[in-house]
T-cell receptor, first 113, second 112 residues
Framework: NAGVMQNPRHLVRRRGQEARLRCSPM?????VYWYRQLPEEGLKFMVY????????ESGMPKERFSAEFPKEGPSILRIQQVVRGDSAAYFC???????????FGPGTRLTVL | QKEVEQNSGPLSVPEGAIASLNCTYS??????FFWYRQYSGKSPELIMS????GDKEDGRFTAQLNKASQYVSLLIRDSQPSDSATYLC????????????FGEGTQLTVNP
């Protein structure tokens, strides 16, 4: 499967726990983007990364959220001390170049109890 | 004013008809435009991209772009029940950033 891969597909956390979402881009893609879709709302940009660099994090909440894309391995979106309002679908997308088409993974659906 | 606005819908068309989806954007420096289809509970699927003024056709889909009017549309010919989904318009500002800004989506239902 050469598509964007995300895991886990579903994640349940209790308030105060940490959530780690992983994303492996399409083969040959080095640009990764994270988006969040809250229930009954549109897709919102969170962060744009290339290998070992955060290019644009203007959509990230100031606290508790962080992202990385290490030299080896998948991109990680980390949410510390989750709250119920973090319950959403988190989508990763990748592209071959900076302004090229973005292809989405299946998403991780986070539920905070 | 929202950065990307779509006709709110829901839109309902009979099978075999043409479905017309519209989108306007506010930022004149926008350079790339995309249409995604999202089935309920699934991830967005890219169906069309358009970068220059005019029409772009791909099978039953035609995207139209008018940068002067800041308007982009998607036509679906010979609509099928399987086309029933939410259609998302997305805009990329190009050189000044690679983030996609999405509209709220238009829910399309194609009735058999």
């Amino acid at each position: 499967n050469a598509g964007v891969m995300q895991n886990p597909r579903h994640l349940v956390r209790r308030r105060g726990q940490e959530a780690r979402l992983r994303c492996s881009p399409m083969k040959g893609h080095s640009h990764v983007y994270w988006y969040r879709q809250l229930p009954e709302e549109g897709l919102k940009f969170m962060v744009y990364l290339q290998k070992e660099n955060i290019i644009d994090e203007s959509g990230m909440p100031k606290e508790r959220f962080s992202a990385e894309f290490p030299k080896e391995g998948p991109s990680i979106l980390r949410i510390q001390q989750v709250v119920r309002g973090d319950s959403a679908a988190y989508f990763c997308a990748s592209s071959a170049t900076q302004n090229n088409e973005q292809f989405f993974g299946p998403g991780t659906r986070l539920t905070v109890l | 004013q929202k950065e990307v606005e779509q006709n709110s819908g829901p839109l309902s068309v009979p099978e075999g008809a043409i479905a017309s989806l519209n989108c306007t954007y506010s930022d004149r420096v926008s350079q790339s435009f995309f249409w995604y289809r999202q089935y309920s509970g699934k991830s967005p699927e890219l169906i069309m991209s358009i970068y220059s003024n005019g029409d772009k056709e791909d099978g039953r889909f035609t995207a139209q772009l008018n940068k002067a009017s800041q308007y982009v549309s998607l036509l679906i010919r010979d609509s099928q029940p399987s086309d029933s989904a939410t259609y998302l318009c997305a805009v990329n500002r190009g050189r000044s950033g690679s983030r996609l800004t999405f509209g709220e989506g238009t829910q399309l239902t194609v009735n058999p």
